[in-house]
């Protein structure tokens, strides 16, 4: 049985900083391009960030140059670094993992049915 369970969301202060885990099991890890979405209240969801099996790194405009993914095979864990956070990255957090092996701009194109496998949310709340 595949697992997904992100945890480190909590509640913090505009620019301060959260670092969230993705720990998997039951899957082939190093296989999956692993991704990060989020959903606030009243929103669609919406890709953050997203790495590739090897390492290819792409992040959504929003949070370019204040978020790092990254990724640790040997754990079966994906990170999402969130620094100089801002009340509009208040919103539930989501890891999933595909397949597709789509990298950058493409990884925009990769629908939401092409992810096998998602978690649970962690909440992140950023308080003015």
């Known amino acids: 049985q595949v697992q997904l369970v992100e945890s480190g969301g909590g509640l913090v202060q505009a620019g301060g900083s959260l670092r969230l885990s993705c720990a998997s099991s039951?899957?082939?890890?190093?296989?999956?391009?692993m991704d990060w979405f989020r959903q606030a209240p009243g929103k669609e969801r919406e890709f953050v960030a997203a790495?590739?099996?090897?390492?290819?790194?792409y992040y959504s405009d929003s949070v370019k140059g204040r978020f790092i993914i990254s990724r640790d095979n040997a754990k079966n864990t994906v990170y999402l670094q969130m620094n100089s956070l801002k009340p509009e990255d208040t919103a539930v957090y989501y890891c999933?993992?595909?397949?597709?092996?789509?990298?950058?701009?493409?990884?925009?194109?990769?629908?939401?049915?092409?992810?096998?496998?998602w978690g649970q949310g962690t909440q992140v709340t950023v308080s003015s």
């Open positions: 999933a993992a595909s397949r597709d092996g789509r990298v950058g701009p493409l990884r925009l194109r990769v629908g939401v049915t092409e992810y096998a496998y």
């Open positions: 039951g899957l082939t890890f190093s296989s999956y391009a």
């Open positions: 790495i590739s099996w090897n390492s290819i790194t």
